[in-house]
């Protein structure tokens, strides 16, 4: 397959996300005229090198979930002050999830705002975190709790990257996958990874085109999110090094586990049927998933954590699916929250 170019649509702020192997060595056609300089943000442990074809500054962060922090943007500043780095010039990040939420933190702040390439090298961060102009870092009293929205110019998910991705970043990934069968991408099983990568990026590509900023639409990539982020609030689940002390669960895990939840509490609404919530079970488990709460969840904290979500307005608010699709859904009661949980603490985790 060779490389296939996905347009994200944002007028002035559109950008082309390239997917395929080898897509890396096509980094130079995405940087900005005007750069003459670049700063690459990757971290010691990405197996990853890019050519930008500029005089280029490398910087390498800190590894894991605490390098997520004010404190890596503060330390990426100060390398492109070093790097001379103006507006007109370039950050190119290189790694997962937390290297391009870190540098296009660190891009939207440098100067107001400097260019951002993202070469996306982990599963996840190719059909989800690179993508849609999401930057984010953690403060002790939560996660992604400080960002912007800051578009890149460009975004390579070279699966060739993904070769060398360790097992537990695959099954992080597949979360992700899951959902994405769930917003309309079909068939995700019978294709190949690179066609995979292609229909998850043109679905979410979509969406962010039609709400950049979160107001309504885009409120449907945090399908299975809900329960995800209460588990990482409650300290179950998230990436290892940060503060889930009791972390069973990887993030796509743990979304795992709240699309299937998200399924029971929409067949305990009326909106989905059984064979419905049963899709959701099996293509879990066809991922190799898991599908019920970890061990030490307490309901009241998980409920207490899901009223703090930002989709949240003084109440209970989730993306559920129904007759209409995956939609967000307003003012569902606590008890039933409580009872579709309890369901979900039943079986072992497989
Ligand atoms: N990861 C969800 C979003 O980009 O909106």
Known sequence: MTVTAVAVK???????????????????????????RAVVVTQASVPVEVHTGLPT?????????????????????????????????????????????????????????????????????QIDAAIGGKAGVNLPEGKNLVGAFWQPCGVICDTETLASLPAAEWRSGRGELAKYAFLGVENLDRLSLEEQVVACVTCKAEVVAADERERGRRMVLNYGHTL???????????????????????????VAVGLVFAAHLARALGRIDDARVRRHEELVASYDLPSRLPPGAEVEELIAYMGRDKKSQHDLTFVLDGPAGVEAVGGVEPALVAR????????ALP
């Open 10 to 36: 944002l007028g002035e702020r559109g950008y082309q996300v390239l997917v395929g192997p080898g897509a890396r060595r096509e980094l130079t056609g995405l940087l900005p005229p005007s750069a003459e």
């Open 57 to 125: 500054r490398v910087v390498n962060i800190a590894e894991w979930e605490a390098a997520k922090s004010l404190a890596t943007v503060d330390s990426c500043c100060r390398v492109f002050a070093a790097a001379g780095l103006t507006r007109s010039d370039v950050v190119v990040a290189v790694g997962g999830g937390l290297v391009t939420d870190v540098a296009g933190l660190a891009a939207a702040l440098w100067h107001r705002g400097t260019p951002v390439v993202h070469v996306a090298t982990t599963l996840l961060a």
């Open 228 to 254: 995800a982020h209460a588990l990482e609030g409650a300290g179950l689940a998230g990436e290892p090094g940060g503060t889930a002390t009791r972390r069973v669960l990887r993030h796509g895990e743990a």
């Open 340 to 347: 579709v949980l309890e369901e979900l603490r039943s079986e």
